[in-house]
């Protein structure tokens, strides 16, 4: 099964971003061999750019053809893996993205629907991740920043067309504690293991 899964790079003057760090983890896991049986990976890393980051993505989806597609982002504040259960057509930012544009009261995609749900079978995603003793669990607001721009482009490039995909907001990671001082972190190797959980699920070889 093709799979894509893309992370975003730092944004807002951070150093890190977990999302980066689990998708570049994942692929050099694939590139030394410790590739998951029956899936055939694709990665990329995103801008935090509106328009621009869609736009790498739609042609992403084109050049690979997946058969699902998994984008992870960062959450500060969060404590869990949260799988995003609904996208909705909104950009409305409240801090620059990293080409300095802040946009305020549009829509993602003029005239498309007001909100996309995942296609990703996000509930057994949950059962699946709380069963490896990860912290787990849904949710239903990816904000209105370019995490949920491309959750949105994504769910709308890919309606109707019977793919599996959606977004995952991760947690910080420890080395991101100093800053954001008294935010929640999960230690990046657990991270990994939760998405290489949300892969099996995606590919429907997940053996619980």
Known sequence: MRILLTGFEPFNNGKLN?????????AEQFESGAAISGVQLHTAILPVVFTESSELLRHLIALHKPEAVICLGQAEGRKEISFERVAINLDDARIADN?????????????GPDAHFTTLPVRQ?????????MAAGLSLSAGTFVCNHIFYSVQHALAGQQKRSGFIHVPLIPEQATEFEGQPTMALDRQVEAIEIAILVAAGAYDA
């Open 99 to 111: 080409a300095g544009r802040i946009i305020t009261d549009q829509p993602v995609v003029a005239n």
């Open 125 to 133: 995603l949950v059962q699946a991740v709380r069963a490896e003793g």
């Open 18 to 26: 977990p999302s980066e760090q689990i998708v570049q983890t994942i």
